[in-house]
């Protein structure tokens, strides 16, 4: 069954927006009296279409599931290039990321104008809400604007990792094995370059540890899937 995400209620019904009614209507090419599962404030409706035009649809059925992990964890980005940032938002959405920050650091391939970066921005939030729909999950992650290494490390996180190749970086596994409780945790993934030795220096200056993701040098593309399936095992219910 698909899932939408609405942000108002009206009596005992939603009201679609524009891209999801296209989609309902269009792509789909759902009718009336079909049902679909809506999600309104992170709780799931059963729903029947009852109008198409616009596509309005009326609660048969309220679900108590609530698919989103234990742990919020924020994947930090180093700026990538389009097609590979898409991979990175939608794999970590599909795996439970609760918020991304793009990270602009030294060697970021990436380097455009504010005003090009909140173009891209549209475009990652519709990525995750997609990505939230498919994965059946109650949340949408936000997208942040683009920060730099001095307004990350200002964030507040029970648990902060940097992701390097160093040697003398412990395993994320270790470190997740001793953190059971932690609530929120933010992950910081270099650039195709790599971090500077100053860069790494002011991230562990601020209380970041230093993990390793195994003995294999991964693209980082790959690495915050990775991660994030490391927390899911180590944290599933």
Not at 74 to 97: F, N, P, Y
Request: hydrophobic share 40%; net charge neutral.
């Amino acid at each position: 069954m698909q899932r939408y995400f609405v942000n108002e209620k009206k009596d005992n019904c939603f009201k679609l927006g524009i891209d999801d009614s296209y989609h309902i209507k269009t792509v789909m090419r759902m009718n009336i009296g079909e049902l679909i599962e809506v999600i309104f404030k992170e709780e799931v409706y059963i729903c029947e279409i009852i109008n198409l035009d616009p596509v309005i649809v009326e609660i048969k059925e309220k679900l108590n599931t609530y698919n989103e992990m234990d742990v919020e964890v924020t994947i930090c980005q180093s700026l990538v290039k389009e097609s590979k940032m898409d991979l990175v938002l939608q794999k970590c959405t599909e795996l439970g990321a609760h918020r991304f920050i793009p990270l602009k650091v030294k060697n970021s391939i990436i380097k455009c104008s504010q005003e090009d970066f909140l173009k891209k921005r549209d475009r990652w939030q519709r990525i995750v809400k997609e990505a939230s729909e498919q994965s059946k999950r109650n949340k949408i992650p936000e997208v942040s604007l683009v920060m730099d290494i001095e307004e990350v490390l200002k964030l507040k996180y029970d648990l902060k990792l940097l992701c390097t190749v160093n040697e003398v970086s412990t395993t994320l596994k270790y470190v997740l094995q001793n953190y059971k409780t932690c609530g929120t945790m933010i992950i910081v993934i270099g650039p195709e370059g790599g971090f500077t030795s100053i860069e790494e220096k002011r991230f562990i200056e601020h209380g970041f540890i230093s993990v390793s993701l195994g003995n294999l040098v991964l693209r980082t593309e790959t690495a915050g899937i990775v991660a994030l399936s490391m927390i899911n095992y180590e944290y599933e219910r």
